[in-house]
């Protein structure tokens, strides 16, 4: 058997009970990936558990309680006694990430916090580890997902301000008391550990300055709409001159601005630097089971060196027949009943048609056609049998549709 890697969990609430069952789900295969066995050393909430005595009986100290104290007082122990910790608590290293880093550092254990930005979107992993030699010269971000959600929801139905509030607040995207998202001070939070990251510089919370969405009207958003604009919460760190700025406060895109599709709850953040030109990277910004993947991720990560290589691989069978949806260009002979016959002949194969566009052009006419999902191989065959119709004058085109929406 393994050794075991055990691993105390300060928190049991939305991110720690996920990350409980995580842990426990994907206990086997960490096991082959790493040669160690992971358990779960000890459990604190505040009803639950002893911190000193799980800390006695852990490798590595989750923590997901939140909040400043005594969370600050709990990691530093932990790193002070050698023990490694993941964090994603944004307010405690975003107000005293100095203080933390020097205890990781002076303890000569990891300190790892992708979930504290941007839940599972690997932001802070790509920007400490494969952009490490970068000049990064300026990061964009949609950090919060509650103040994207009602943005959006303003954009796509007119709501007002507190309708696509209290909307946001019944699906559970925010929270009953909403300031710390809605006044932009949670997205600061996030910013002032992206920009320690991206400019090696101390930023805390009280050096960004931030402005909410809670003064923006639905008027705003239907002129933006009509010039191309969405609006979005931005929270921006730039170089300066010698210095550096970092603020989040509202913004007009432009549509081809990478952010400017990022809709809903999700978060993305986009980092430039003369090197790489640009990069963005986006995903769901919070929720218990996601932001507990990126905290296992950094379990994972501070168990074995980062992996050069991909574990051994499996066996698995290659699936070469897959379901799509098809787009179908047709150019046909202009005369009665060709739409019937096409459809019938889809039908005979279960190829079911979503929408179709016709166009007469003078003798001929174009059957424009997008299919519901359907296996390749009965699209194929009835395609086979429409190109043998004497009035299909061209080899049909075919392009696959990508229908997924998020
Ligand atoms: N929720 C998200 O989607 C999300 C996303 C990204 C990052 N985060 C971060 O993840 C962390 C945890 O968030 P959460 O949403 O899981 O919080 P939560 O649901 O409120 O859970 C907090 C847990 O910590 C325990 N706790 C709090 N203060 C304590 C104390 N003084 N002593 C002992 N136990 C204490 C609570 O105990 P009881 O059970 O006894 O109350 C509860 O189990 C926070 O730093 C948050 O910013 C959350």
Redesign the pocket.
Known sequence: MSEAFRVGL???????GAFAGLLAERAESIERVTGLRPELSGV?????GDFDDILERSDLVVE????IE?TRDYVLRALQSGRHVV?????LLSQHGEEVFDAARSGGVQLRFE??VA?VVPAIRVMSETLAAAHIERVHGIVNGTTNYILTEMARTGASYAEALADAQKLGYAEADPTEDVTGKDAAAKMAILARLAFNAAVKLDQVSYEGIERLTADDIAYAKELGLSLKLIGSAERIGSGVAVHVHPAFLYADHPLASVNGAFNAVTIESPAITEITLSGPG???VQ?ASAVLGDVISAMIPPPSLPPPAVELPIVTDVEFSFYLHLEVADRPGVLAQVAEILGLQGVSIRSVVQKGLGEEARLVMVMHPVLESKFRAAVELLSRLDFVREPPRVIRVIEETF
């Open positions: 300060l928190g049991h609430g939305t991110v720690g604190l909430t505040r009803s639950r997901l309680l939140g909040g005594p964090t994603a608590n944004k307010q979930g504290a839940g919070a929720g218990g932001t």
